[in-house]
């Protein structure tokens, strides 16, 4: 079955310590993203890559870092230089951006940080 | 700045009725639309779609309704059913090429049988 699989569900992490978010796809797509969901928030775009050793800064880039190493991984990893790091995080990938290219999203990792 | 708008942050219907979720947005550069549907502890998942040339969209039960002069959309489910309780979640794009959604807060839907 192709789709995107984001590891752990759920992530606990003590302030001041960076975690990295894992996410892969084998649906062959040549884009990824990652979006980041608050309570009662719409989702807002952190990174987006689209294509290997390729990546840009989405609305609230701040506190992340991203590498697309490989076209099936695109892992995110949420420093101690983010300041609200607790949120629901999404990875997406589409065939490529723009017209008749949805965004296929994984299950998401649910990250808490005290 | 909130460019993508959706002012209702819950619905409720009866099993078999239309349910309405409407959407707005303020960019008038944004000439394509998502519905995303989405639920808990799920991603969410492409629904339907449509461009700026159109005025509506239709799949099946659904369908997507562009109103461009009023910068208004809206998804009309019908006949709703408990399956489709659910957050659903309206985004726009600047289109060709763009790689960037800007999504709505989301509506959460409850059919009730």
């Known amino acids: 079955d192709g789709g995107i699989t984001q590891s752990p569900k759920y992530l606990f992490r003590k302030e001041g310590q960076n975690v990295t978010l894992s996410c892969e796809q084998n649906?062959?797509?040549?884009?990824m993203y990652w979006y980041r969901q608050d309570p009662g928030q719409g989702l807002r775009l952190i990174y987006y890559s689209q294509i290997v050793n390729d990546f840009q800064k989405g609305d609230i880039a701040e506190g992340y870092s991203v590498s697309r190493e490989k076209k099936e991984s695109f892992p995110l990893t949420v420093t101690s230089a983010q300041k609200n790091p607790t949120a629901f995080y999404l990875c997406?990938?589409?065939?490529?951006?723009?017209?008749?290219?949805?965004?296929?999203f994984g299950n998401g990792t649910r990250l808490t940080v005290t | 700045d909130q460019q993508v708008k959706q002012n209702s942050p819950s619905l409720s219907v009866q099993e078999g009725r239309i349910s309405i979720l409407n959407c707005d947005y303020t960019n008038s550069m944004f000439d394509y639309f998502l519905w995303y549907k989405k639920y808990p502890a799920e991603g969410p998942t492409f629904l339907i779609s449509i461009s700026s040339i159109k005025d509506k969209n239709e799949d099946g039960r659904f369908t997507v309704f562009l109103n461009k002069s009023a910068k208004h959309l809206s998804l009309h489910i019908v006949p709703s059913q408990p399956g489709d309780s659910a957050v659903y979640f309206c985004a726009a794009t600047l289109g060709t090429g763009s790689y960037q959604l800007t999504f709505g807060k989301g509506t959460k839907l409850s059919v009730i049988p």
């Open positions: 997406a990938s589409s065939i490529r951006g723009g017209y008749n290219s949805p965004l296929h």
């Open positions: 649906l062959n797509h040549d884009a």
